[in-house]
């Protein structure tokens, strides 16, 4: 039996779709119909603009069916993905998607859901989603949730034009939003996109952030700040609560990038730590495929203060108090026992919209099976999960590459990270590492990333993985810290159908067209 996943087996060459038809050939036959051509009275361009007439035919691909599977199954085949290899990326939470969560989206009724559907024929819908909101209300104390962000930056984005416009409406033009150097990147971006200036605030050792570093960037300028907790150093802010006092006492709020809740989640609400608002990625703490930035959804909690600045439109109940639309239909019956579920827009201060239609709900409901399938007793297994397996991935390699953990005393959260020290002694850079992992048949962690951590090498190994699966890893990392040749890591990974790749090169020289 082999030692390590590795890659091997077949890899075709495959050539561009187009080029792989010949004219006239189709995928599908469709019987005769029976009419012959068109049967316009007069030429086309009498009833379109003739500059929207086509006269030459459009470049599509015509292909058999079995030359469109066996094209996209073979691409398939020269990737790594989750359901192939272990996916320790850190700050992402790739972790494995159960199947039984794609078979919920594919059901008909949600595949094939229209989004002009009259609310009548969507009640079931409408329930997930204002049952996933309560249940998401429950796990962190917030008052309220809104699906209408598709991803995680996009929860912040309306969280912190919430932030903007409450000020706005209280005649107060605060201009910053502190933000701690261990942030995701996304949190300065979205402060400028809702009209902050985002201020960096030192971490202290140990990466975190300490409420005297807060207490000295505090002033009357300040509308907020965005924390990410646990950090992205996998650091849990012990400070966190005394944080929250010094910004609510300056009138201010403190804005929780929620992307790392899969570490406690079931175990700690966010509102016991103080936080007003959070964005959750549901597609990374309760799984849904998002390699490649697929489609995703940061619902965006707040407080009671702040529910009526959500967007719009959200899910009401007709005849139940705060979320009435004042539509009512069968007002007038004693018996309310038929509520309907609504689409409501009555939010007094909301920012209006942020998504075409209510939200992704292929991923809501993703999450929501995530979540029904574990059950209330078992979601604070998750987080606990979560958290030994990445410490156990941090005990074990703080042994082998050794003094590479900048935060060697104390545990981690979710994720755990080295510098690359270690590896550097037998000359592998952390790229060179990195792709060694994937000969070894292992997606690399996420590499450079803290930015202030020398080669970091972060790793998140989610609560979705085994023990033996984290060994494998754990084995592999030490093969190639103690054996691999530089020579052989500098032309890494070898085993993959597309070798080293010139990196730079397609950001600089990007081709569009073939
Ligand atoms: C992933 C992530 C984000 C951004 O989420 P997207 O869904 O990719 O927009 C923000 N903050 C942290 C800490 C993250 O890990």
């Known amino acids: 039996m082999a030692k390590f996943p590795g890659i091997k087996g077949l890899f075709f060459d495959e050539n561009l779709l187009i080029k792989q038809g010949s004219r006239g050939v189709t995928g599908i036959s469709i019987p005769d119909c029976g009419l012959s051509g068109p049967v316009l009275k007069k030429k086309e361009n009498a009833y379109i603009n003739k500059k929207y007439i086509r006269n030459i035919r459009p470049k599509l691909p015509e292909v058999s069916e079995p030359a469109v599977v066996r094209h996209f ?41 229209h989004p002009l559907t009259p609310v009548q024929a969507i009640q079931p819908i409408l329930k997930i989603i204002h049952d996933f909101n309560e249940i998401l209300c429950e796990l962190t104390g917030l008052a309220e949730f809104s699906f209408a962000p598709q991803a995680g930056a996009a929860g ?21 939003i502190l933000v701690p150097d ?63 006092e010094i910004m609510h006492k300056n009138g201010s709020f403190v804005y929780m990038d929620g992307a790392n809740f899969n570490a406690f989640v079931g175990n700690v609400r966010v509102s016991d730590m103080g936080i007003d608002l959070i964005q959750l990625n549901l597609h990374k703490t309760f799984s849904t495929p998002h390699g490649g ?18 967007p719009v439109p959200y899910v009401g109940l007709s005849g139940k108090g705060g979320h009435n ?50 059950g209330k007793d078992n979601i604070g297994s998750v987080s606990e999960l979560a958290v030994l397996n990445a410490n156990y991935v941090k005990k074990k390699l703080r042994e082998i590459l050794s003094g590479s953990d900048p935060f060697e005393e104390g545990l981690c959260m979710h994720e755990c990270v080295f510098n690359d020290k270690a590896i550097e002694e037998n000359g592998l850079s952390t790229v060179e590492f990195a792709k060694l992992l994937i000969d070894y ?48 890591a500098e032309r890494s990974p070898q085993k993959t159908k597309v070798g080293r790749v010139n990196e730079v090169l397609a950001n600089k020289h990007p081709i569009f067209k073939y």
């Open 73 to 113: 199954t073979r691409l398939s085949s020269w990737n790594m993905c989750i359901d192939s290899t272990f996916y320790p990326l850190g700050s992402c939470t790739m972790k494995y998607n159960p199947k039984i969560n794609e078979k919920i989206a594919s059901l008909d009724n949600i595949k094939n859901l």
């Open 441 to 488: 048949g292992f997606h690399p962690p996420t590499v450079y990333f803290p930015k202030n951590i020398h080669g970091a090498i972060m790793i998140e190994p989610t609560e979705t993985e085994s023990v033996s699966t984290l060994d494998d890893f754990i084995n592999a990392v030490k093969e190639i810290r103690f054996k691999a040749k530089k020579s052989k």
């Open 325 to 374: 639309s004042g539509k009512n239909k069968g007002n007038n019956e004693k018996n309310s026992n038929r509520r309907l579920y609504e689409l409501t827009e009555d939010k007094k201060y909301s920012i209006g919209r942020l998504a075409p239609f209510l939200c992704n709900f292929a991923v809501v409901a993703r999450a929501y099976a995530y979540l029904l399938s574990l």
């Open 182 to 244: 261990s942030s995701h990147g996304t949190n300065p971006a979205s402060s400028v996109l809702a009209g902050f200036t985002p201020v960096e605030i030192k971490t202290g050792t140990g990466g975190i952030l300490s409420a005297g570093e807060v207490e000295k960037a505090i002033s009357e300028d300040v509308a907020g700040i965005m924390i990410t907790n646990p950090n992205t150093f996998g650091v849990f802010e012990k400070d966190i609560r005394n944080i929250a």
């Open 293 to 310: 930035g697929g489609p995703g959804s940061g619902a965006l909690g707040v407080i009671e203060t702040l529910k009526e600045y959500l």
């Open 156 to 176: 912040e984005f309306a969280g912190l034009k919430i932030i903007k416009k409450y000020f706005d409406l209280k005649g107060e033009s605060r201009k910053i």
